[in-house]
């Protein structure tokens, strides 16, 4: 079998756009900057495209020093991070973390803009994947999301109107395992790095979420509930965790190492 890294994606902001890579170092993390700032509530609860769909309109970048956060009819916000401001607590999904709040001109752009009251925090501290030994920053549960082409190919053809990869969210997208060959990859090597396969991805409503335009519909979840319902939840990708750093770029070879 040949297969092969067709996309890297990073999602500086949380639940916001993601930035395609030409390459990247993997990190501990996952891709660079992946998750590393998020919005939340003024108590500390995160916010997401599942409660504010408008948030699949924002479209972050960050170089490790500026983040640019793009959105339709207003002026870009740009934000020089701050690693030295007040240490908010913050929860992801009932796990508490930790954030260094961006102060009053970040969250004043963000509140307005999602008539929602909130703040906008940088990751600082440590956070444990709750299986496979993994670190992660604000993403729900683990560093790294696997997709195959191919997988989302299968459910296209089961749609009325094809969807794009950006439905799902996923850092990596491999070609060439075949439709759901990620379920069966329990160690794979791209490129210079190790991954492994530690949970299947469960989906929720932000699939339904077009990415383009924050509207939202009964796809891809209403099929994907026919053919892919395991253990109580929709199964589409693999989360994962790395087990050996380094260079990542679409186009490097994918190995299947072991299989399960």
């Known amino acids: 079998m040949t297969a092969t890294l067709i996309e890297l994606n990073s999602y500086p902001l949380k639940s916001g756009g993601g930035t395609q890579l030409p390459s990247a170092e993997l990190t501990a993390r996952g891709l660079p900057f992946d998750r590393e700032f998020m919005l939340a509530t003024p108590e500390g609860r995160f916010l997401s495209q599942r ?22 009819g207003v002026p870009a916000l740009v934000h020089k991070a701050d690693g030295d401001g007040e240490v908010r607590d913050v929860v992801v999904h009932r796990t508490e973390c930790r954030g260094v709040d961006q102060g009053d001109e970040a969250a004043a752009w963000f509140s307005s803009l999602l008539d929602q009251d909130c703040r906008l925090v940088r990751f600082t501290g440590h956070r444990s994947t709750s299986r496979g030994g993994g670190e992660l920053m604000f993403a729900d ?10 997988s989302l190919a299968d459910l296209n053809a089961r749609l009325d109107e094809p969807l794009p990869m950006d439905r799902f969210r996923p850092s990596l997208v ?22 492994e396969t530690v949970k299947p991805c469960s989906r929720c409503v932000i699939t339904t979420t077009d990415q383009r335009t924050a509207e939202r519909g009964r796809e891809p979840l209403r099929t994907l509930a ?11 990708g693999q989360n994962c965790v790395p087990r050996t750093l380094g260079t990542l770029r679409p186009g490097d070879p994918v190995e299947v190492l072991e299989a399960r």
């Not at 491999?174 to 991954?195: K, T, Y």
């Open 51 to 72: 409660d504010l769909a408008q948030m699949a309109l924002l479209r972050p970048s960050y170089d490790g020093e500026i983040l640019t956060v793009n959105a339709p």
């Open 174 to 195: 491999v070609e060439g395992l075949g439709a759901f060959g990620e379920d069966s990859a329990r160690l794979l090597r791209i490129g210079e790095a190790v991954i």
């Open 141 to 150: 549960g683990y560093p790294l999301l696997l997709i195959s082409a191919e």
């Open 226 to 236: 026919t053919y892919r319902t395991r253990d109580r939840g929709i199964q589409f």
